[in-house]
């Protein structure tokens, strides 16, 4: 069973997942990404044929992945990072992507929430340049609002759970990636307690 969990959330094109990296090779924990596993699951019951389609998933079938996947994280063995969204988007329209009900899953292990946050301009600009993902179109104020849904839903989490929230501003070039990753991994011993 995961003994303590640290979520990390931003906004798609903030650099979560590039920065995660970094983490992947110290010793006792383990990185999961919710949307992978989403997929995973999702792929093996036939109800998407890639990640993208999972937000136009309707409800059960959404909460059905996320919380398979969810219980395969809460039983992995050592700390956990995961990798995640506090919200869902599709024109327009938001789900929650940590409903109460998933962070009641993961309970008193959840010890820290980091939400990594960019410039509108950054994050607009890393978009355009992900040619892996079909995205709808996508201006500034739409970024803005995610922005907005995001961190309002990750500072509720962050006050439900009792447990700190830290935010991570990642800003553009390597040099921003590497403060960002030195400034998570300062906070991880009191993340973690180890």
Avoid: C, W
């Avoid at 962050?158 to 921003?176: M, Q, R």
């Amino acid at each position: 069973m995961a003994k303590k969990i640290l979520i990390v959330v931003g906004s798609p094109g903030a650099g979560k997942t590039t920065i995660l990296k970094a983490f992947s090779d110290i010793p006792g924990i383990s990185i999961v990404n919710l949307g992978t596993l989403m997929l995973e699951f999702g792929l093996a019951r036939k109800y998407v044929k890639q990640r993208d389609e999972l937000r136009y998933l309707d409800g059960a079938k959404f909460d059905e992945l996320r919380n398979m996947a969810i219980d395969k994280i809460n039983s992995t063995e050592g700390n956990v990072i995961i990798d995640t969204h506090a919200s869902v988007g599709e024109n327009g329209r938001y789900m929650p992507g940590l409903p109460l009900g998933a962070l009641d899953q993961f309970g008193h292990r959840v010890t820290g929430l980091v939400y990594i946050d960019a410039t509108t301009k950054d994050i607009l600009d890393r978009r355009k340049n992900d040619s892996t993902r079909k995205r709808e179109k996508e201006d500034e104020t739409m970024i803005d609002d995610q922005r907005l849904i995001n961190l309002s839903t990750l500072a509720f989490a962050s006050s439900y759970l009792n447990a700190p929230l830290f935010v991570v501003v990642n800003k553009a070039g390597e040099a921003g990636v590497e403060e960002s990753i030195k400034d998570i991994k300062s906070r991880l011993g009191e993340i973690f307690g180890d």
